[in-house]
């Protein structure tokens, strides 16, 4: 296992899209938290402005699904997805006699952490920065509880997402199809949550990462609510996981 | 040690109505260079892909090192290199990092052996040129390199000579020959260009229509394709003793048919017949036979040849 996640490693640092995606993300989040906190840009009624640190609103960019899935679809597309496409890279990992299992289980921690150093890191971390080097604002213990306890419950409920991309992007084998797929999911998972619909479809959506991500934000969670949002997300994730390593060992590799 | 690197058993896969592989017993011993001859669309590349796992047999068994339970296939596998279709490369990495990705995939201790597997293939000196600038038959070189990583007892290469000059051809034909000569190594390696394998394989198997129509040496191939008078008498015995005190000659064989295959006097075809009839034999048949390995093929698959 420590030699594929070498290997994975090894690769996305040669990946031209993360390193574009991740430049991407430090000049996006960059910009809207200077905007936020010079006042040119304002947001109001967001979390962030709850918990009394209105510098951070920016980040409430960054909770969209449909914003972080740009960002996570094109990683998955141009980094996993690839390697099944013309080039064919996947077949040398097959052949080399690995468990499959293993191999997928490695794409999918190393895809999950370029992720999370795009999605979450960098949008925190620059916030953060950009508050200490403007002196914008001190934050307070309990806003960096805060911080801390939204992020690290959004991180699980992206790590669960993560393994619905990266079974649709092995599932696809194509980084276009990636792309269109995961925008295709976003948008029935933002319609879900925005429409009426069936009981049973609502219940699904309300224990789903979909909802968390909004919950977890909440500053007002109660102790009820950190252990749902806990369990969900690692039900998700290990769920997602098992079908998808289910996929790939009876995946045929063209 | 069991003799056998690959041996497989009624192997099928289908797709759809299709069985693109059908029934397939393959043996390759160890030591062996065998080449796996068939048309476009043989079954030549599905075979080698089940072999190698990226495909999985509708039925049969698959046995590799002697291992053909799933762990113990993984296992075997570790000791396969393969090249599978095209070359499975990283376009915008240079050679070195291609074969890095392998190095740490594989688990092989030390850098030296990127440099050392460069080297062996004549890419050593490719620096920081992208794969993507390469020519194919640089890609071809390297995509051999990626198999020989880590040294393999068992190369499977697929086409290995698509996109290779002439003088590619010739140096990958010495360069196999060399590692299975000086390593030992036993190379499996498919083609649709039969003139090529015929300078270079040990044993051949040829497959039609997901069939294996024939296994045979390359003893049996020449045998088969050797320029010989076919000759059918009344009474075979006597044609044998006639041959051997007559015409002083032993180079021949007998088919269970009873005909006799002559391979020398095939120049003396009245002196030959004269002696026979002499002896009190009747001739039924009397031809003078062979084939280029080309024909041959062609006359076992019903067609025209490829190449």
Not at chain 1, 67 to 85: K, P, R, V, W
Not at chain 1, 126 to 150: Q, R, W
Not at chain 1, 170 to 183: E, V
């Amino acid at each position: 296992m420590n030699n594929l996640l070498q290997a994975e490693i090894f690769k996305l640092r040669h990946n031209k899209s993360f390193w574009l995606i991740l430049i991407v993300s430090l000049g996006l989040s960059s910009l809207m938290h200077y905007l936020v906190i010079t006042g040119w840009w304002m947001l109001t009624n967001t979390p962030f402005e709850t918990m009394g640190i209105p510098e951070m609103n920016a980040l409430s960019m960054f909770i969209l699904p449909l914003f972080f899935n740009l960002m996570t679809g094109t990683l998955a597309a141009f980094y996993i997805s690839t390697e099944f496409d013309s080039s064919g890279v996947i077949k040398n990992q097959i052949i080399s006699g690995k468990n499959r299992s293993l191999i997928y289980l490695a794409k999918y921690l190393v895809f999950t952490a370029a992720a999370t150093v795009i999605t979450v890191i960098i949008p925190v971390g620059t916030g953060l920065i950009l508050n200490l080097l403007m002196n914008a604002g001190i934050f307070d213990g309990n806003s960096m509880m805060y911080l801390l306890k939204a992020f690290g419950l959004f991180t699980l409920q992206l790590a669960g997402y993560t393994a619905i991309v990266t079974l649709i992007a092995i599932l696809t084998g194509d980084s276009g199809r990636t792309i269109i797929f995961t925008i295709v999911f976003t948008l029935i998972m933002f319609v879900i949550e925005k429409m009426p619909m069936s009981d049973i479809i609502t219940a699904i959506y309300d224990y789903s990462v979909f909802r968390q991500f909004s919950i977890v934000m909440n500053p007002e969670m109660t102790s009820g609510d950190i252990i749902a949002a806990v369990v969900i997300g690692v039900i998700s994730t290990a769920v997602m996981l098992v079908i998808g390593m289910y996929i790939f060992n009876k995946k045929e590799i063209k | 040690m069991n003799e056998y690197i690959l041996r497989t058993e009624e192997i099928t896969k289908t797709y759809k109505n299709y069985a693109a592989v059908n029934k397939v017993n393959l043996t390759v011993k160890k030591g062996d260079i065998y080449g796996f001859i068939g048309q476009n669309g043989a079954g030549k590349s599905t075979m080698l892909r089940l072999v190698t796992g990226l495909g999985f047999p509708d039925s049969g068994t698959l046995e590799i090192f002697g291992e053909n339970a799933d762990k113990g296939l993984n296992a075997a596998q570790k000791r396969i290199g393969a090249i599978i279709e095209n070359p499975a490369l990283f376009l915008n990495m240079t050679a070195e990092q291609n074969l890095e990705v392998h190095r740490l995939q594989k688990g092989i201790p030390g850098k030296q052996c990127i440099a050392d597997t460069l080297k062996l293939v004549e890419l050593e000196n490719t620096g920081n040129k992208k794969v993507k600038n390469f020519s194919l038959g640089m890609k071809q070189r390297l995509g051999l390199a990626t198999a020989l990583l880590g040294d393999p007892e068992f190369l499977i290469l697929d086409e290995p000579t698509n996109g290779l000059d002439p003088i590619g051809i010739v140096e990958l034909r010495g360069l196999i020959q060399k590692l299975n000569r000086e390593k030992g190594l036993t190379v499996l390696i498919s083609s649709h260009i039969l003139s090529e394998l015929y300078q270079l394989a040990t044993t051949y198997g040829i497959i039609h229509e997901g069939r294996l129509i024939e296994e045979l040496t390359l003893r049996e191939l020449d045998n088969k394709c050797r320029q010989h008078l076919k000759i059918k008498v009344n009474d075979t015995e006597k044609g044998v003793t006639i041959l051997e005190e007559q015409l002083n000659t032993t180079d021949f064989e007998v088919s269970p048919d009873g005909s006799i295959s002559l391979y020398n006097h095939l120049n003396e075809v009245r002196k030959v017949s004269s002696a026979l009839t002499s002896g009190g034999l009747i001739i039924e048949h009397l031809s003078q036979n062979g084939d280029s390995l080309e024909s041959y093929f062609s006359k076992l698959v019903g067609g025209d040849s490829h190449e």
